[in-house]
């Protein structure tokens, strides 16, 4: 995914999240003020949020989402207080199809990647992949090895393909991971909850940048932000 958006805190419908914000995903999505890579995410979207079961609902598209008139009815009905969204630039010789837009998902994350990653390198993980697109491929990875190490797992991804881009997010409901690696990343602490995201998307003076090559860590408790180690 090109750009991505998290959400942590007090339920907040996903119209509010993407649509609603003057810079937010819609917007992103024909005019991306940050991106490195790419100039517009036309190749699908994708919207993932946990209800008040716990349970992981998607909803997720190949086509643009400036065009989906469906979707932008009944968005300001779908409310949740851990939601991870995404719009899509498909990286050269990648399917464009709704599985293989973000948010992914084991049942208990839901997950995007930002960047690109050698296919060839993470092979091993194919058949567990939703798609053949290079993310779906990271994100089984990152399953299959555990939240708990994504630091790792993404210096051992970064080792075997040194040009990879590897800008993750991630959320369970309690809460959100995201890493810097190649692209850019926001950080917004309200009195009301905690929002990641690919680049601002107001104005608001509390957003911060977070430096190449972190982790971010979002909980109940706060925002820790911390260097992946062995790194420049
Ligand atoms: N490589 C991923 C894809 O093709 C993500 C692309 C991106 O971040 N622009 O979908």
């Not at 009905?77 to 464009?96: F, K």
Request: proline fraction near 6%; glycine fraction near 10%; aromatic fraction near 6%.
């Amino acid at each position: 995914m090109c750009r991505h958006l998290g959400w942590l805190g007090r339920p907040r419908s996903i119209a509010e999240l993407m649509l609603e914000p003057p810079y937010g995903l819609l917007v992103q999505s024909y005019a991306p003020r940050r991106q490195k890579y790419g100039l517009l995410n036309a190749d699908g979207w994708g919207v993932g949020f946990f209800d008040d079961d716990g349970v992981a609902r998607r909803w997720r598209s190949a086509t643009p989402l400036w065009g989906d008139a469906s979707f932008a009815s009944i968005a300001p009905v779908l409310r949740s207080g851990c939601v991870v969204a995404a719009v899509r630039s498909a990286t050269v010789g990648m399917p464009i199809e709704p599985s293989a837009s973000a948010p992914f998902t084991d049942g208990h994350w839901l997950l995007s990647h930002n960047g690109r990653v050698d296919r060839a390198v993470l092979d091993t993980a194919a058949a567990r992949a939703e798609s053949t697109v290079d993310s779906a491929l990271l994100a089984a990875t990152i399953f299959e090895r555990g939240l708990d190490r994504l630091g790792e797992t993404l210096r051992d991804v970064a080792a075997a393909d040194p040009d990879a881009r590897l800008n993750i997010l991630a959320g369970n409901g309690t809460r959100l991971l995201a890493t810097t690696w190649g692209d850019t990343l926001s950080v917004l602490a309200g009195d009301d909850g905690v929002v990641l995201a690919s680049e601002p998307y107001d104005d608001d003076p509390r957003w911060r940048d977070v430096p190449d090559r972190h982790l971010v860590e979002v909980t109940g408790a706060g925002v820790e932000m911390m260097a992946l180690e062995g790194t420049a």
